[in-house]
C-alpha cells in the first residue's frame, strides 16, 4: 500500500486547512488509517484514527477534539483531515499512516501502523 500525503501550507491562526491522504495499491487489506504529526525537536504524536470500512469509533488527541475532523471516501480510497480554528500548536510536519493489522494495543500507537505517507508540512502563523 502505498499512501500520499497533500493538503499542506501556510496559514494564519484561526484558519482552515484541508489535508488529503490518497491510498494504492491492496487496499482492502487495510484495516485502519490515522494521522499523526511531528513538531521540530518532538516526538510524532497521535492525531486522529479511524477504521479504513467505517463502523467503530473515530478517535481524536484531546488537543484536535472539537477542531479536527477525520472522514473517508472509499471509493477514492482517500481520508481527509479537515483542521478548523488551527493554532501555532498544530504546526508540524502531518503525516497518514494505514494497517493492515488488527489492532494489538492502542489506534494511538504509531507501531501499529504499517504504511506511511511521506508528510505534509503545515505552519500556522500569528
Known amino acids: 500500500v502505498q499512501l500520499q500525503a497533500s493538503g499542506g501550507g501556510t496559514v494564519q491562526a484561526g484558519d482552515s486547512l484541508r489535508l488529503s491522504c490518497a491510498a494504492s495499491?491492496?487496499?482492502?487489506?487495510?484495516?485502519?488509517v490515522a494521522w499523526f504529526r511531528q513538531a521540530p525537536g518532538k516526538e510524532r504524536e497521535f492525531v486522529a484514527a479511524t477504521r479504513w470500512f467505517g463502523g467503530g469509533s473515530t478517535h481524536y488527541a484531546d488537543s484536535v477534539k472539537g477542531r479536527f475532523t477525520l472522514s473517508r471516501d472509499n471509493a477514492k480510497n482517500t481520508v481527509y483531515l479537515q483542521m478548523n480554528s488551527l493554532e501555532l500548536e498544530d504546526t508540524a510536519v502531518y503525516y497518514c499512516?494505514?494497517?493492515?493489522?488488527?489492532?494489538?494495543?492502542?489506534?494511538?500507537?504509531?507501531?501499529?501502523?504499517?504504511?506511511w505517507g511521506q508528510g505534509t508540512q503545515v505552519t500556522v502563523s500569528s
Open positions: 495499491g491492496r487496499t482492502f487489506n487495510l484495516y485502519g
Open positions: 499512516a494505514a494497517r493492515s493489522r488488527i489492532l494489538a494495543t492502542t489506534v494511538r500507537s504509531p507501531d501499529e501502523y504499517d504504511f
